[in-house]
């Protein structure tokens, strides 16, 4: 999988993934950032998912 996020961190510009088993390649551009996504091979939009943020340590 490659991921490429924008300048500002706010977008996502590029998440590539590669199926290892039908050697086929999935694109998807300009995603909103901070958000869980759900990628089944074959779909045409990435599937937002619930999440709980992990709190950092300072």
């Known amino acids: 999988m490659i991921l490429s996020c924008a300048q500002h961190w706010d977008r996502v510009a590029l998440i590539e993934v590669t199926w290892p088993t039908s050697n086929t390649t999935q694109t998807f551009r300009d995603l909103t950032a901070d958000q869980a996504l759900e990628i089944t091979e074959g779909a045409k939009e990435?599937?937002?998912r619930a999440y709980k943020p992990?709190?950092?340590p300072k």
Do not use: E, T
């Open 46 to 48: 990435p599937k937002p």
């Open 54 to 56: 992990i709190a950092l």
